[in-house]
């Protein structure tokens, strides 16, 4: 599985998950996760879809960890939130 592709138009958006983003790509798995999970947390309340999409991101990284129990509760919050933002086109 690939990590998604976010085009965050927006600075606030980008800055909640350089950091995330960031570990990621030096391969700091445990630490992505922690932080894609804080900046989904962060975000539901005020950018829905960029939670989901954060939420997605941590769902892959737990799968690809084999934390199976944790990678299904991160994919059912993403789930959630895109069935509050109007389907797989929010995502």
Known sequence: ????????????????LELARQLYGEGRIPEA???FR??????EATDPVTAGAARNNACVLLTN????????EECRAALRLR????GAEAL
Do not use: F, H, K, Y
């Not at 599985?1 to 909640?16: D, F, K, N, V």
């Not at 960890?65 to 299904?72: E, H, I, K, P």
């Open 83 to 86: 069935e509050q933002t109007g």
């Open 65 to 72: 960890t084999g934390r199976l129990d944790d990678a299904l």
């Open 33 to 35: 996760i922690a932080a």
């Open 38 to 43: 804080a900046a989904a947390d962060r975000l």
């Open 1 to 16: 599985m690939a990590l998604l592709c976010l085009l965050l138009p927006t600075a606030a958006r980008g800055e909640s």
